[in-house]
């Protein structure tokens, strides 16, 4: 589990191609402080296990279902990366709850600057959009961002110099390609929603009717959600 909140950017210093693998090896300094063989760092926002290191370089394997779904594919040696170590009990959770595991890529279709601040906006799958909402949350290559806006098409966010100046996001341009991974809360909700009396944790129907009404397939409804105060 992670927190959105980039510490530091680390460098691709060479990548070994298998036959539908990667192996990396990546530059880093602060997420090397206390590092442990099997432990997991988020390379622009992929929770990777790391499976050597030394004072200043460690290795990840990247399995070909991880390059189907995410934008490593295209790195090459020299470009630089997002990283954050995992949580810790008792850290300060500064950003949102960052799981790892994404949703899918987008791709950036504008930047404009506000001010201060840089306004990116950003086409995303149908499948990430659905989770997407204005005010909440969402992982951009690892980085805990506030959606500004959003419609079918895609989202926007806006970018303090802070978060441009510590982090890959600074450094992108229209047309590339970034990891999206939509809170995880929404994802929860959808599965309770549409959870039947056949996927009861205890096993038992009629105690799973005792505590759910029945939409057409047997799982919550939205009316009684509302019915119940939570819509």
Known sequence: ?????????????????????FRLTIEGKDVLKDVRLGDSIAVNGICLTVVGFNERLFDVDVMAET?????????????????????????RLGGHIVSGHIDGVGV????????????????????????IVKKGSVAVDGISLT?????????????????????????????????????????YVERLIGFGDEGSHNGSRDRGREHRAKGPSGGLTPEYLAEKGFL
């Open 1 to 21: 589990m992670f927190t959105g909140i980039i510490e530091e950017m680390g460098k691709i210093k060479s990548i070994r191609r298998g036959a539908d693998s």
């Open 67 to 91: 390059l189907r779904k995410t934008n490593l594919e295209n790195l090459t040696p020299g470009d630089r990366v997002n990283l954050e170590r995992a949580l810790r009990v008792g850290d």
């Open 147 to 187: 959606v500004a806006d959003c419609s079918e098409e895609g989202f926007q966010v806006s970018l303090i110099p802070h978060t441009a100046g510590l982090t890959t996001l600074g450094f992108k341009k229209t047309g590339d390609r970034v990891n999206l991974e939509a809170d995880v809360i929404g994802k």
């Open 108 to 131: 950036i279709s504008r930047q404009q600057r506000e001010d201060i601040a840089v306004v990116t906006d950003i086409r995303a799958p149908a499948e990430v959009m659905k989770y």
